[in-house]
């Protein structure tokens, strides 16, 4: 499982959502927006937080602790 964090670099949901990916143990890369603008048009990404897991747009803005660990406990 692939798992990016597309964010600006002033996103403060970031840490918590990094934290919580940790928690859960789901390895994952931080997308920075600022610098890959390709990758942002590519998903249509417009605010910051994103996740995307192999390459599909899972959460828009920051979902709910519950919801990510629902998410990632199911496709463990």
Same mark, same amino acid.
């Given at each position: 499982?692939?798992v990016d964090i597309a964010v600006t /670099? ?7 959502? =990094?934290?919580?990916? $940790? $928690?859960? +143990?789901?390895p994952y890369s931080i997308r920075y927006?600022?610098?890959?603008? =390709?990758?942002? !048009? /590519?998903? !249509?990404? /417009? +605010?910051?937080p994103n996740i995307l897991v192999d ?5 828009? +803005? ?10 990632? $406990? $199911? /496709?463990?």
């Amino acid at each position: 499982m692939n798992v990016d964090i597309a964010v600006t /670099k002033t996103c403060h949901h970031c840490p918590l959502i =990094e934290a919580e990916l $940790k $928690k859960l +143990g789901v390895p994952y890369s931080i997308r920075y927006m600022e610098d890959d603008v =390709e990758f942002q !048009n /590519k998903h !249509n990404i /417009k +605010g910051s937080p994103n996740i995307l897991v192999d390459g599909e747009l899972v959460f828009r +803005g920051m979902p709910a602790i519950s919801d990510l660990r629902a998410y990632f $406990k $199911k /496709k463990a």
